[in-house]
Each structure stands twice: as structure tokens, then as C-alpha cells.
Nanobody, 117 residues
Framework: QVQLVESGGGLVQAGGSLRLSCAAS????????MGWYRQAPGKERELVAV???????DYGPPVKGRVTISRDNAKNTVYLEMNSLKAEDTAVYYC???????????WGKGTLVTVSS
């Protein structure tokens, strides 16, 4: 089992920055891909960014160029640095981890990011 705990969400003005963190515990050594997804009210959950254990990254089109994902494997933590935030970035941000052995996916409970315009 893997447990994920997100932190760093909150209220920020448009144009501002925010850094989210997601700490993994449990069988965290077995995690390959970690990432962030978000879900705004009335919308489907969408990709924000993902990063492999080796450091390869991928970003969702709405945030590309404005966010940076990073990972500290020693701390089993993934970070999301968000800049130039817009009102449309308002959503609950979820951390996700994928364990290849058994093909299991784990989700955190989410952290709310609210961007005021």
C-alpha cells in the first residue's frame, strides 16, 4: 500500500505562484510515476504534470510553460511549482502514484487551489 498526502494549496491572486507538495509513505520505494492531476467544479479530472523515477516529465497543455514538476526520491516527495496562475487554474489538485508491480494506482485526497482574479 502507498499513502499520498498533499499540501501547499490555498488562495492566491492571479499572476501569483504556489508550490504544492505530495509526500508518499508505505511501499513508496515501489513507485515509478508520480504526478499531479486537477479537477475543477463541473469538469473532468485532467493531467497537470507527471514525472518518472528517472526524472522524465510531461505536462498538460493548459499549464505547459507555467508549472514545473520535480521529485526528491530520497524523500519520496513530488513537488509542483506553479507560476503565473490564472483563475481557470482553480481546482482541487490530486497527487497520483503508479506502482508497476501489480499495476496499481494510488491517489491522494487532494488540496484545493483557489486563484482570485
Amino acid at each position: 500500500q502507498v499513502q499520498l498526502v498533499e499540501s501547499g494549496g490555498g488562495l492566491v491572486q492571479a499572476g501569483g505562484s504556489l508550490r504544492l507538495s505530495c509526500a508518499a509513505s508505505g511501499r513508496s520505494f515501489s513507485i515509478n510515476v508520480m504526478g499531479w492531476y486537477r479537477q475543477a467544479p463541473g469538469k473532468e479530472r485532467e493531467l497537470v504534470a507527471v514525472i518518472t523515477k528517472g526524472g522524465s516529465t510531461d505536462y498538460g497543455p493548459p499549464v505547459k510553460g507555467r508549472v514545473t514538476i520535480s521529485r526528491d526520491n530520497a524523500k519520496n516527495t513530488v513537488y509542483l511549482e506553479m507560476n503565473s496562475l490564472k483563475a481557470e487554474d482553480t481546482a482541487v489538485y490530486y497527487c497520483k502514484a503508479f506502482v508497476p508491480a501489480g499495476g496499481r494506482t494510488y491517489w491522494g485526497k487532494g488540496t484545493l487551489v483557489t486563484v482570485s482574479s
